[in-house]
């Protein structure tokens, strides 16, 4: 049984988005422009995510807003949820957490830390995955456990069945290479570097962080049959 998701799209119109996460979700994908406004008008879905954006989760804007009252009434119906960076962020926002600026940019293909979650089955404990991101969850939510983390702090909560990852894991190299480049608030010199470091080995190395979307859809899956069998 493929799930059916909603893909609150926050990116802010990137082609990419959309490409990269209907290719690494094994589910019936319903994408809503959520930077442009556009929300579903129901909750009548398996589950849904939330992507990355350019924007930060506490600026006051009606799109953010709204965003965040749709996600928070969606989990309060039970809906199983992953955020990816920004929709990490968004999530732990809207269940109570903290979000705030980092002060620096962590970018580039890193290290990040599991802690053993279902979430990250089938992956390494110590993994290689691409960020990109100047905001992160400062404090969590109550009741949610962090189960993935690195040197800049938080890289993962689990609040019941709502799920937040700060990295990547859907990139792939072009667009990791189209990221950085648009960073034209950063020096020459270190999107170079960033860019240099984008190469096929780093890039096969990233592939097990990927396992993320398989165990977020089977999980999904898992919940509905249990649904049904009640």
Not at 30 to 54: C, I, K
Request: with cysteine; hydrophobic share 35%; charged share 30%.
């Amino acid at each position: 049984m493929r799930p059916r998701i909603a893909l609150l799209d926050a990116s802010h119109g990137d082609p990419n988005t959309p490409r990269n996460f209907r290719r690494e979700l094994d589910a019936d994908l319903t994408r809503f422009d959520a930077s442009g406004g556009e929300l579903p008008s129901s909750f009548e879905f398996d589950a849904f995510v939330v992507t990355g954006s350019r924007s930060s989760v506490y600026w006051e804007e009606p799109w953010i807003d709204e965003t965040r009252s749709w996600a928070r009434t969606a989990i309060d119906r039970g809906l199983p949820a992953l955020g990816i960076c920004w929709g990490h962020q968004l999530l732990a926002d809207a269940l109570g957490g903290t979000v705030e600026d980092m002060g620096e940019y962590e970018l580039g293909y890193r290290t990040v830390r599991h802690t053993g979650d279902r979430l990250f089955e089938g992956v390494p404990e110590s993994f290689t995955v691409f960020t990109t991101h100047s905001d992160a969850v400062t404090e969590l939510p109550d009741g949610a456990e962090r189960i993935a983390e690195n040197d800049y702090g938080i890289h993962g909560f689990r609040h019941g069945d709502v799920y937040g990852v700060q990295a990547h894991p859907e990139y792939d190299a072009r667009t990791a290479e189209s990221v950085v480049r648009g960073k034209d608030h950063l020096s020459e010199e270190r999107i170079e570097a960033v860019c240099a470091g984008i190469t096929e080995d780093a890039t096969a190395d990233a592939t097990a962080a990927k396992r993320v979307f398989d165990n977020f859809c089977a999980t999904v899956r898992a919940e509905e049959t249990a649904a049904a069998d009640d």
